[in-house]
């Protein structure tokens, strides 16, 4: 079973290390505030991004084509910019042109618009 439980790192600040998802997490209590920190490498992600990009041959006789693989870390940025909010949802119309945005286009891996 993983342990997923903060531990403390010194005065006020705690860690937390998710190996499934790749996020370390960080939190510091700090003038009566808490600070909260997300990390996660995504270069291994991008890489099969564009190798998968690259190697698209179309949809012709394909029922299911993944068109995304987004990290946590960059999908949660994504969905605040889209206006989520929890039980009502998000705008998905604004999430396709954020994905089709040349800033965003490493996430997807099949080329063209989403």
């Known amino acids: 079973m993983l342990d997923l439980s903060f531990r403390q790192i010194g005065p006020g600040l705690y860690v937390k290390w998710n190996p ?18 997300h990390e996660q490498r995504v270069d291994d992600v991008l890489g099969l991004n564009v190798a998968q990009q690259n190697d698209f041959t179309g949809y012709r006789g394909k029922e299911l084509v993944q ?3 987004i990290p946590m870390i960059e999908h949660r940025k994504i969905m605040e910019r889209c206006g989520f909010q929890p039980g009502a949802g ?17 996430f997807k ?3 063209g618009k989403i």
């Open 20 to 37: 499934v998802l790749g996020i370390r997490t960080t939190v510091r209590f700090e003038s009566g505030l808490m600070h909260v920190k």
């Open 67 to 69: 068109a995304t693989r």
């Open 90 to 106: 998000y705008d998905v119309k604004k999430f396709k042109q954020i994905l089709n945005d040349r800033d965003y286009c490493k």
């Open 109 to 111: 891996t099949v080329p």
